[in-house]
Nanobody
Framework: QVQLVQSGGGLVQTGGSLRLSCTAS????????MGWFRQAQGKEREFVAC?????FVADSVKGRFTISRDNAKNAVYLQLNNLKPEDTAVYSC??????????????????WGQGTQIVVSA
């Protein structure tokens, strides 16, 4: 089973930017759909973005967050711009089969990264 290791995150001021990285083990990275989810304290985990052959971003972050992947490096990235306090959460990457029914659903993924905290100060 693929293992995912995340890097990036931390504390940033409102309006700032961060970049999250997620690197996968194995040799079949291009066969996976990759997603990013986040969970704020006291709330359920929510979809942020996913990418297979195309990218899809949640309406709540559209225009501010960008997902990309580099299959040669077995990596997926989440660029977060113009951050707001409501973006404060633990962000997790996930891997699932390339043609999953819906990349916005947690159930489409079989492996998860360790999670990384982002705190956006007002």
């Amino acid at each position: 089973q693929v293992q995912l290791v995340q890097s990036g995150g931390g504390l940033v001021q409102t309006g700032g930017s961060l970049r999250l990285s997620c690197t996968a083990s194995g040799r079949t990275f291009s066969n996976y759909v990759m997603g990013w989810f986040r969970q704020a304290q006291g709330k359920e985990r929510e979809f942020v973005a996913c990418i297979s052959e195309a990218a899809f971003v949640a309406d709540s972050v559209k225009g501010r967050f960008t997902i990309s992947r580099d299959n040669a490096k077995n990596a997926v990235y989440l660029q977060l711009n113009n951050l707001k306090p409501e973006d404060t959460a633990v962000y997790s990457c996930a891997a699932g089969p390339l043609h999953a029914a819906s990349c916005t659903r947690e159930s489409s993924y079989f492996s998860w990264g360790q999670g990384t905290q982002i705190v956006v100060s007002a």
